[in-house]
């Protein structure tokens, strides 16, 4: 009988559940919260930019003038695509990578995470193909997961996504009949491998998308947390027309305000604004105004170079240690700004079936099955320095190198995990490890 809710069933509603539902599983990160946010363990796992610096006894005052002189409005509804003034302030920022844009092609959202799903809802089809970078962005798969369309995923190196792979797989999908939506990719300080894509190949994979009509999502969260260099020029600065550009204050105010955009081209602008407003209605306009006069009273560009610098300082905490402590056979990328190290295990181990015994050891980190939407990044793993205090992180690489001494010798003794519990270990269902 239709609507009968079984009761042997784990989930009674399971019949009723739209299909797209079939894409959505749970965050490899957020699985982690629970473990990775108790004292005694040292997380190296959540990029949770380090908002202590902030001046909050300034910042609190400026909160408070806002509600004193703009309470009424900022309790109340804004428009579907962001505050004018902010939007106005949001293209002073992209101007420091190269960008010029109107604020009428800015569209406020609620972090750039709700950029990616606005972006989805209004490109992708079920079957439709997104490439991406190898690894990538976990939140991204995710959307795209949801959204039923199908990742095919890039080679990477050390000057970033390898431009002859692109135009192989714009060919092969072209060869199969499947749709190519869009190219997405993180081109500052990658999430999750720190690495930046090259000035001459941005040039290169914007020729190919020139010639084979492909849009490019162009992810920025990292942009100006570089520690040695000016911000890269952003690839929207010279493909206007083929380039949307999420942007994000996460990473260089709070994340907890929630305030991101999208800059697109006006026509997809205005989809944008639609799918908004059928999502959320209006960002949230205190989270706006607060951002906003952040910009405007606060010496927020000097902020970022404090960021900078304690980035900077953990990261060389995070290496100097990693090359102390771990063994030849593993090796790291460097990450010249941006939250994190890649790193890639001796061959045989597995990073997700470790993660039990870390855990156990009081240390977190991200297996790299995490960033890949077909199953590979098993011998990878992704250490965050953004959060701990340099010591901290020496002390988890501490125990992640005793973790690692015992596995090899396990791997010594009985050969590599099998595929059966490598398949079992990285189930979304299995249970967390106590810890002890």
């Known amino acids: 009988m239709a609507g009968h809710l079984s009761a042997t069933s784990l989930d009674p509603y399971v019949s009723r559940y739209a299909a797209r539902t079939r894409g959505m599983t749970a965050s490899e990160i957020r699985a982690l919260f629970a473990v990775a946010s108790r004292p005694e363990v040292v997380s190296l796992a959540g990029g949770s930019p380090f908002t202590a610096a902030l001046p909050l006894d300034a910042v609190g005052e400026m909160l408070s003038q806002l509600v004193a002189d703009q309470g009424a409005v900022a309790l109340n509804y804004s428009t579907g695509q962001g505050d004018p003034r902010l939007r106005e302030q949001i293209c002073d920022v992209m101007s420091l990578v190269g960008i010029t844009a109107s604020p009428d092609d800015v569209v406020v959202t609620v972090g750039s995470q709700q950029g990616l799903d606005l972006i989805a809802r209004v490109f992708l089809d079920p079957g439709d193909v997104v490439l ?23 080679p990477m190196d050390d000057e970033g996504m390898v431009p002859a792979a692109l135009r192989e797989a ?8 499947k749709t190519v939506k869009f190219l997405y990719l993180i081109p500052n300080y990658q999430n999750p491998t720190g690495v930046s894509l090259s000035l001459a190949r941005r040039q290169e994979i914007l020729g190919i998308a020139e010639e084979a009509d492909l849009l490019i999502v ?21 493909g206007a027309d083929r380039v949307l550009y999420l942007g994000t204050f996460s990473k260089t105010i709070a994340p907890g305000l929630r305030v991101g ?32 006069r952040y910009l405007a009273t606060q010496p927020w560009l000097e902020q970022v170079k404090i960021f900078r610098e304690i980035y900077r300082e953990r990261r060389d905490a995070l290496l100097d240690a990693l090359g102390a402590a771990l063994p030849a056979t593993c090796s790291w990328t460097v ?6 190290v890649w790193l890639t295990l001796p061959e045989g181990l597995d990073a997700k079936a470790m993660q039990a015994r870390a855990v156990a050891a009081r240390v977190a980190y991200v297996p790299g099955i995490a960033f890949y939407a077909d199953g590979n990044g098993r011998r990878d793993l992704r250490l965050s320095y953004c959060f701990p205090t340099p010591d901290r992180i020496r002390e988890g690489v501490r125990r992640l190198s005793g973790v690692l001494s015992e596995e090899l010798e396990l791997l010594e003794t009985f050969g590599p995990v099998s595929p059966a519990h490598s398949r079992a270990a990285g189930r979304s269902d299995a249970p967390t490890p106590e810890l002890a």
């Open 335 to 340: 990450p010249g700004g941006g939250f994190y």
């Open 170 to 177: 714009i060919a092969t999908c072209d060869r199969q009949g």
């Open 261 to 292: 955009w999208v800059l697109a081209p006006h026509g997809v602008r205005e989809k944008l604004v639609l799918a908004s407003e059928a999502q959320v209605l209006c960002p949230p306009t205190f989270n706006q105004l607060a951002i906003s």
């Open 132 to 154: 991406a970078e190898a690894p990538s962005y976990v939140g991204a798969l995710g959307t795209f997961a949801s959204a039923q369309a199908e990742v095919l995923h890039l």
């Open 218 to 238: 162009e992810d920025d969260p990292y942009g100006l947390l570089g520690f040695d260099a000016e911000p890269f020029r952003a690839m929207r600065a010279d």
